[in-house]
């Protein structure tokens, strides 16, 4: 088996599910949640089929596939396939089943065409992350980039939870689409100029220019596309911008709290483990190899917004009384993580950054659903409110710890090995940096554990003696995570093996070091 057509089928196949759960028949709106969930296991079925037939020691980009797309601009429809995004391929495929079960019940059956949007707007968004990670042609990318915003902007105001009144959903969509509208437009400048600059140069078909990433980044390394200082720096700051905000970087990150407050846990999970891995992924993909001079010039400055991330990211969640807007500040912090490790510039840092980008997905899914779940039973976010939920549901209290264990890295979990790597091959180019970011083991071991102590330990709170403990559908949603977690934590490997050839193929178009 070559591939050819897989990539196509893993974007279409979630995009054409969702158009045929919107246009069901009235008699047939019942069917809407399991044909999206029959959808996403399609997914998944193609992403293990690439995953299988993944080479790590082969080409650097497999499963290509190219085909005139605007031909007049040099823009082409070209997907492929390098080990980093391979396994965010395979967390987006594998998260969509879980999520969509988690959220069977966020919109009522009853409500029919609302039950019929809101998995059709997953499944779309799902689809559109799939296009981004797998393009290889810079236009192409920077549609996807922009139009996975649509759907997600309606699970957030439409589906999200709020007052009565709707504002808090409404103001939090609105927020989340212009920060992210913004740094998109101030992409496009930058995507257009790449153009000008390589029909200048006379690169691409017919000498006329491309958006073709390859052939771009091939002559960048080779000296035939050169940037003046200022306009490469112009070029990568655009870019890195519209990256930050998706990720989200300190100080543009002031959209995702209220965002994943505001949205169904399912969506803010897709949101916080998929689309936003869509900006770091693109820091790796197309901020570093692009302009790797400018990206040398500017790594001081993106690591010392990193490590401000991740302090501000522990300190901030360390203050929060409210369960689910802690999480997202969380996640600020182990974006910074992330961020830092792409602009140390190292093979290890870089390998970890991209582990780092399933293992966050993984265990942020699991704490925030698991959140959301017990949320969800009495619809108190306050944390105050709660208190000896182990006591009633001990299987949730249970699994809420393992994910919270997770999320600060202790080791034998998952994100313990990423961010190891991260922490070791920072220490050579930006060892202050890297002393810095260990204070996250403290501030991450105060808002789990204290938030457990509160949430979880003692004796019940008043109204809570009665509180159900995760039901089979839950189960199955939680169980999975809890799993990938241990295995990841103990067996990384496998997933550095497809990792690390793409890593040091990036690496060396920066020239950064091992």
């Known amino acids: 088996m070559n591939g050819l057509g897989l990539l196509s089928a893993l974007w279409l196949t979630p995009l054409i599910g969702a158009l045929v759960v919107v246009i069901l028949p009235s008699g047939a709106r019942r069917a809407a949640r399991p044909l999206a969930l029959a959808t996403s296991l399609v997914v998944l079925a193609v992403a293990v089929a690439l995953a299988v037939g993944f080479d790590p020691g082969g080409e650097t980009h497999q499963f290509v596939e190219s085909r005139p797309w605007i031909p007049a601009f040099g823009a082409s429809y070209t997907l492929g396939l390098d080990g980093i995004a391979l396994v ?9 089943p879980l999520l969509l079960l988690a959220g069977w019940h966020d919109v009522a059956a009853s409500d029919s065409r609302r039950a019929q949007a809101y998995p059709a707007l997953m499944l779309a968004t799902q689809g559109l992350a799939l296009v981004a990670f797998t393009s290889l042609d810079v236009l192409l990318f920077y549609v996807a980039f922009e139009a996975m915003l649509i759907p997600l902007y309606f699970l957030i105001g439409g589906f999200g939870r709020s007052d009565s009144s709707g504002a808090d959903r409404a103001a939090a ?15 496009l400048v930058a995507v257009i100029g790449l153009y000008v600059l390589t029909a200048r140069a006379g690169i691409g078909p017919d000498n006329g220019g491309t958006f073709d990433y390859r052939l771009i980044t091939a002559a960048v390394a080779d000296g035939r596309l050169e940037f003046t200082t200022g306009v490469a720096l112009l070029m990568f700051a655009a870019f890195t911008l519209a990256f930050a905000i998706k990720a989200p970087l300190w100080p543009f990150h002031t959209w ?12 803010a999970v897709l949101m916080m483990a998929v689309v936003d891995k869509v900006g770091t ?3 790796l993909r197309y901020s570093l190899p692009l302009f790797p001079d400018a990206a040398a010039t500017a790594a001081p400055v993106l690591v010392t917004l990193a490590v401000i991330s991740i302090v501000y990211g522990g300190v901030m969640a360390i203050a929060q009384t409210d369960l689910l807007r802690l999480i997202a500040y969380a996640s600020i912090s182990h ?7 792409i602009f140390a510039r190292t093979e290890q840092s870089a390998a970890g950054s991209a582990l780092y980008m399933v293992n966050h997905g993984v265990a942020t899914a ?33 699994t809420f710890l393992i994910a919270g264990l997770a999320t600060l ?32 083991f403290v501030l991450a071991a105060i808002y789990i554990l204290w938030t457990y102590q509160r949430v979880m330990g003692g004796p019940p709170a008043p109204g809570l003696a009665r509180t159900s403990d995760l039901d089979a559908r839950e189960l199955v949603v939680v169980i999975p995570l809890v799993v990938a977690l241990i295995v990841l934590g103990f067996y990384p490997q496998p997933a550095l093996d497809v990792i690390e050839p793409a890593v040091a193929h990036t690496v060396a178009l920066v ?4």
């Open 281 to 283: 992924f693109a820091m």
């Open 88 to 96: 965010l391929v395979l967390l987006t495929a594998a998260l969509m």
């Open 366 to 398: 699991a704490l925030f659903l698991v959140a959301g779940f017990l949320v969800r039973r009495h619809r108190i976010r306050e944390i105050g409110y709660y208190g000896g939920v182990q006591q009633v549901a001990p299987v949730m209290a249970g």
């Open 173 to 187: 969509a609105v927020r989340f689409l212009i920060y992210n509208l913004l740094g998109g437009l101030v992409m």
């Open 335 to 341: 974006f910074g993580f992330i961020i830092l490790g």
């Open 409 to 440: 890295s202790l080791p034998g979990l998952a994100p313990f090995v990423s961010e190891f790597l991260v922490f070791v091959g920072t220490f050579g180019p930006y060892p202050v940096a890297a002393v810095l970011a260990t204070s996250t």
């Open 256 to 267: 995702l709290p209220g965002a994943a407050v505001a949205a169904t846990p399912a969506s």
């Open 511 to 514: 020239g950064g070091t091992r």
